[in-house]
């Protein structure tokens, strides 16, 4: 799997924190659509995703959305998925007008501590049937 081969939104996220797997949870909730797929940063396909845009996982301490054969890192991956979701939760895409630079420092402070607030995973996690669907990484 490549840039070329991403058919659906796909997000890519850290599969041991479980800050990252309660997002990606949220998503699933309000994906009224089923447009988004997932994968772990973790995976060998995620690798394969990452490296067609020139990113490296090991660089990587964020959601990753690829969508329309673009990258997007940080809090502008986050704004641009919670805009797709069903409700109210589109709302929260005006953060958008804060200067990336504020947004992403507000984020990367999050990301630096997320493990120590939110708590670590021994493994990745593993879908349920009704999901696999939707994870690059079966």
Not at 22 to 37: A, E, N, P
Not at 49 to 76: D, M, P, R, W
Not at 78 to 93: A, D, E, R, S
Request: proline share 4%.
């Amino acid at each position: 799997m490549n840039a070329a081969t991403v058919q659906h939104p796909v997000i890519l996220f850290d599969g041991v924190c479980n800050l990252c797997n309660g997002f990606v949870q949220f998503v699933i909730r309000h994906d009224k659509k089923q447009q988004f797929h997932f994968g772990a940063l973790q995976s060998i396909r995620a690798q394969e995703v990452l490296e067609g845009f020139s990113l490296s996982q090991k660089h990587l301490t964020t959601i990753v959305l690829i969508q329309n054969n673009q990258a997007f890192t940080e809090s502008t991956a986050v704004l641009k998925i919670v805009k797709q979701l069903h409700g109210g939760w589109p709302l929260l895409y005006m953060f958008i007008i804060i200067p990336k630079s504020l947004r992403n420092w507000v984020y990367k402070l999050v990301s630096k501590y997320r493990y120590r607030i939110f708590g670590k995973r021994d493994s990745c996690m593993v879908p349920t049937p009704e999901l696999q669907g939707r994870f690059i990484d079966k």
